[in-house]
């Protein structure tokens, strides 16, 4: 039971590298997201997709950028780091939206991601 | 400031002991989860509320839903190590439909 598998688990960059988040699910969900979590600060939502090559921005999107080419990869780049994207950095998928309908999330387990 | 509001931020109890953990919002919501998570890994679903009023149980947890549906609680009985974790709450506004991320309260339960 895979479910949806996160890469790397952890990366320190320099301020100004860039670096593509992956985020892989194995079940047929057409929904998938992007979330940042800081401390004390909730999950964020930065970009979302509603099916293979569609795309659209969340909460705080600046900064990234998101393709979905094929239903299971999601994935999430950093053109140019900067300290206050330091964070650690969720994806997840749903069957359905989830502004209709009670649809739950199923996450990964994170990239815990430091701009130095 | 959040739209969720969680209450409190850190919790730190003896096993066996009851807790009530709140989130609380002046707007309203539709419906409302709550998902633990815990070290290292992703939150996970624990429960969907959807009417006000509503009562749900989970073992030894208990979730509640305001009947103005405008706050949430989760009650644990006799925490268990294994309890200890990140709880969210996370729900959809009823004018909107946005959908929002609490900022959790920490458990640890020490045996």
């Known amino acids: 039971n895979a479910g949806v598998t996160q890469t790397p688990k952890f990366r320190i960059l320099k301020i100004g590298q860039s670096m593509t988040l992956q985020c892989a699910q194995d079940?047929?969900?057409?929904?998938m997201y992007w979330y940042r979590q800081d401390p004390g600060m909730g999950l964020k939502l930065i970009y979302y997709?509603?099916?293979?090559?569609?795309?659209d921005k969340g909460e705080v999107p600046n900064g990234y950028n998101v393709s979905r080419s094929t239903t299971e990869d999601f994935p999430l780049r950093l053109e140019l780091a900067a300290p206050s994207q330091t964070s650690v950095y969720f994806c997840?998928?749903?069957?359905?939206?989830?502004?209709?309908?009670?649809?739950?999330?199923?996450f990964g387990d994170g990239t815990r991601l430091s701009i130095l | 400031t959040q739209l969720l509001e969680q209450s409190p931020q850190f919790l730190s109890i003896q096993e066996g002991e009851n807790l009530t953990v709140y989130c609380n919002s002046s707007?309203?919501?539709?419906?409302l989860q709550w998902y633990r998570q815990e070290p290292g890994e992703g939150p996970v679903l624990l429960v969907t509320?959807?009417?006000?009023?509503e009562v749900k149980k989970l073992k030894r947890l208990t979730f509640q839903f305001g009947d103005a549906r405008k706050d949430s609680s989760l009650h644990i009985t006799a925490a268990q190590p294994g309890d200890t974790g990140l709880y969210l709450c996370?729900?959809?506004?009823?004018?909107?439909?946005?959908?929002?991320f609490g900022s959790g309260t920490k458990l640890n339960v020490k045996p």
């Open positions: 707007s309203v919501f539709s419906s």
């Open positions: 996370a729900g959809k506004t009823a004018d909107f439909n946005k959908f929002y």
């Open positions: 509320v959807v009417t006000g009023g």
């Open positions: 079940m047929n969900h057409n929904y």
């Open positions: 997840a998928s749903s069957r359905g939206s989830i502004w209709v309908g009670n649809q739950p999330q199923h």
């Open positions: 997709s509603v099916g293979a090559g569609i795309t």
